[in-house]
């Protein structure tokens, strides 16, 4: 049984976020917006004490216990009707607007085993024992607690604004992202048969590698399908002095490793973005000693089902085919296993991220909005666009660098925090209202379907 501590968490559920409704003409855009930027600077001293509470008691995934419950409470305290424990820690809160579209927000809440290294005065010093009884630290390190914070902001804008727009809003606290299994056990447990359908999915991340303040958005693929994989490689092994007498499974892994390269240089089309990194190989424990096995671990990248489906055989075959080749017999031939937290890749469908990023441009002016590249990293946020429904989902990009840091990295060629990193220390405070502006105003718009 796993034994986790929570030390240093000291959530309390306090920070209410109330807001009063307001009235304003859509129609009449720069007036519109003018009222939403005030409005968003009002909520903002809130929501940063939102964060700084997020920030310092992360929780590990599949453990958001305490985040989910701030979650359920901040969306209860606005108006909407929460239904919690969805899938593990997941979070549903629902608010019925007479008729129109249903609109889903996204966020993540899990928090990362990182000893927070920023130096700022507000980071997380919380610990926690993991599965193997360590004590780790605790971290957002993927800023989880800014979508968090962007999330809750939003649903209150939105309920400010509840006379402008006509449908269901659905903001969904998800938990167990960086395992990749959230978005799996909310969609299995019914979420879209249990809780209105959406007719728009809305998600964000924020970026380590774009400034404070700004949007990218990328229209098509954003992020890959990932898959961990192990290959267990299998000899016989024996003494090092007598290699005729043995089959060296380090030999065949050697061997393996450099025909996986192939994979993607031969048999993937050069059109079709592809990785296969092996990230770890360990066999052997002495010098003079042939082992008997070697353990391969892998990640694999690709956006398109079809290649992820070619990689997986590939590998299979070409193991199977060095095995026969090294004279072992069937039983000893390599097993190649796939693991199940893979995360299919991200489609943000065309019309619909269009729409996005045209609202987003009007919120935070068409100079602060880039349309980006896709990514090789992965997120389980596009499943929600892969049931059978196939639903239109749209993620971007929130760029979370201060300005001055990102300025001097362009200068220095230094290059800056990633995501994950214990150095990463977003701007919250400009990262959090561009969050909620971009989100707000996208919403209302599919609302009206502007
Ligand atoms: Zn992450
Ligand atoms: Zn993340």
């Given at each position: ?11 309390t559920?306090s ?9 304003l003409?859509l129609?009449?855009r720069?007036?519109?917006?003018t ?11 809130k ?38 424990n969805?899938?593990?820690?997941g ?17 993540d ?5 990182i ?6 005065t ?5 610990t926690t ?7 780790v630290?605790l971290?957002h390190?993927?800023?989880?607690d ?5 999330f809750?902001g ?5 309920m ?9 809003l659905m903001?969904v606290?998800?938990p167990a992202e ?6 799996k056990a ?7 048969e ?6 728009h ?9 774009l400034?404070?303040g700004?949007?990218a958005i ?5 992020l ?5 994989v192990d290959i ?7 003494h ?11 030999v065949?892994a050697?061997r393996?490793v450099l025909?996986?390269q ?9 059109l ?5 990194t092996?990230?770890s190989?360990h066999?052997?424990a002495?010098h003079n000693?042939?082992?008997?096995q ?24 070409l ?5 026969i080749?090294a004279?072992?017999?069937e039983?000893l ?15 943000n ?7 996005v990023k045209?609202?987003?441009e ?8 880039v349309?980006?590249k896709?990514?090789m ?13 196939n ?13 001055s ?15 994950h ?7 919250y405070?400009?990262?959090i ?5 971009a ?12």
């Amino acid at each position: 049984m796993k034994h986790f501590l929570f030390s240093a968490l000291s959530l309390t559920l306090s920070v209410s976020l109330a807001f009063p409704t307001y009235s304003l003409p859509l129609k009449q855009r720069g007036n519109y917006n003018t009222q939403l930027k005030e409005s968003i600077n009002n909520a903002l001293p809130k929501l940063e004490s939102l964060y700084l509470k997020l920030h310092q008691a992360p929780e590990l995934s599949l453990h958001e216990e305490k985040t989910s419950k701030l979650m359920a409470e901040q969306l209860k305290l606005l108006g909407f009707t929460v239904t919690e424990n969805i899938g593990g820690f997941g979070v549903v809160g629902l608010f019925k607007n007479g008729n129109g579209p249903t609109v889903m927000i996204r966020t993540d809440t899990d928090g990362l085993p990182i000893i927070e290294q920023t130096g700022k005065t507000y980071a997380s010093t919380a610990t926690t024992i993991d599965q193997h009884n360590n004590t780790v630290g605790l971290m957002h390190g993927c800023g989880h607690d800014i979508h968090m914070t962007s999330f809750i902001g939003t649903a209150q804008q939105l309920m400010a604004y509840k006379n402008q727009w006509q449908g269901t809003l659905m903001m969904v606290a998800q938990p167990a992202e960086e395992v990749g299994a959230g978005a799996k056990a909310m969609l299995k447990e019914g979420l879209f048969e249990k809780f209105p359908k959406p007719d728009h999915v809305l998600g964000l991340h924020v970026s380590a590698a774009l400034p404070a303040g700004e949007v990218a958005i990328a229209p098509g693929y954003a992020l890959a399908n990932v898959d961990s994989v192990d290959i267990i490689v299998k000899g016989k092994g024996g003494h090092g002095a007598y290699p005729h007498t043995t089959i060296d499974p380090v030999v065949i892994a050697s061997r393996i490793v450099l025909a996986l390269q192939t994979i993607n240089s031969r048999e993937i089309s050069p059109l079709e973005p592809s990785v296969i990194t092996v990230g770890s190989i360990h066999g052997g424990a002495k010098h003079n000693v042939i082992s008997d096995q070697v353990k391969l671990q892998l990640t694999l990248r690709s956006y398109n089902q079809a290649v992820r489906t070619q990689q997986i055989a590939a590998i299979k075959r070409l193991t199977k085919g060095i095995a026969i080749s090294a004279g072992l017999s069937e039983s000893l031939y390599p097993t190649v296993f796939v693991q199940d937290e893979n995360t299919p890749s991200t489609y943000n469908n065309l019309e619909q991220t269009l729409k996005v990023k045209k609202s987003i441009e009007e919120a935070i002016g068409k100079a602060h909005v880039v349309e980006s590249k896709p990514v090789m990293a992965g997120e389980d946020f596009g499943r929600y666009g892969l049931t059978q429904d196939n639903l239109p989902i749209t993620i971007f990009w929130l760029g979370g660098v201060e300005k001055s840091l990102y300025q001097q990295s362009l200068k220095t060629g230094e290059t800056l925090p990633s995501l994950h990193s214990s150095k990463f220390a977003p701007d919250y405070p400009l990262t959090i209202k561009t969050g909620v502006s971009a989100m707000t105003t996208s919403a209302l718009d599919l609302f009206n379907q502007k």
